[in-house]
């Protein structure tokens, strides 16, 4: 759905530096997530908004920090990138009583 | 929390046979149960959804069920062809705060042509 997209949708990055991914939707959803899959673990939740200013952890939030400024803007940052963090990350978006729609995705590598 | 489990993990069909997924939730709230197809490469998209006051629905090919008192529910594709060849999640909304989705770990179907 061209109303959600991620960028970059690929980026290599090396140990210890901070990288940030880009995610803006068009629908007005007050929700929005962050989920990052790997071979084994499928989708597992990083962080999720539910509305401007207002972030919650998910499963696996360390090494990660969000912000939620404007509504369609939930940008994921990795404050200081290891390899452990190397996989495909989506974000997704939901309004009330509709389904969650993901964007492309980012795979991301640390070497 | 809510904890989603789905089998098999694996399932191979010739073309033209059905094929089934099954998935468990834990949360009893749970009121919301989508299913997704992700293609290699691609994002998950969904296919169909049901609602915790409805037991079935259908949609040409593919169908889920929803068992409320055992909280389980069921994907079934008829007359497989091989684009279905894919990984299926199932996902449970669960009660908690905000509108959180839990995942199933993904069932990838190969249909044999």
């Known amino acids: 759905d061209a109303g959600i997209t991620q960028s970059p949708r690929y980026k290599i990055t090396e140990t210890g530096r901070q990288v940030t991914l880009m995610c803006h939707q068009t629908w007005s959803h007050s929700y929005m997530f962050w989920y990052r899959q790997d071979l084994g673990h499928g989708l597992r939740l990083i962080y999720y908004s539910a509305a401007a200013d207002i972030t919650d952890k998910g499963e696996v939030p360390d090494g990660y920090v969000v912000s939620r400024s404007k509504t369609e803007n939930f940008p994921l940052t990795l404050e200081s990138a290891t390899r452990s963090q190397t996989s495909v990350y989506f974000c997704a978006s939901t309004g009330r009583n509709s389904p969650l729609h993901f964007g492309n995705g980012t795979r991301l590598t640390v070497t | 929390g809510e904890n989603v489990e789905q089998h098999p993990s694996t399932l191979s069909v010739q073309e033209g046979d059905s094929a089934v997924i099954k998935c468990t939730y834990s949360?009893?709230?749970?009121?919301?149960f989508p299913w997704y197809k992700q293609e290699l490469g691609k994002r998950p998209q969904l296919i169909i959804d049901i609602r915790s006051n409805v037991g079935e629905k259908k949609d040409q090919r593919i169908a889920v069920t929803l068992n409320k008192t055992a909280k389980h529910f069921s994907l079934h594709i008829t007359e497989t062809q091989p684009e279905d060849s894919a990984v299926y999640f199932c996902?449970?909304?669960?009660?908690?705060?905000?509108?959180?989705?839990?995942f199933g770990p993904g069932t990838r179907l190969s249909v044999l042509p």
């Open positions: 996902a449970a909304k669960g009660s908690g705060y905000g509108q959180n989705f839990v």
């Open positions: 949360d009893s709230a749970s009121n919301y």
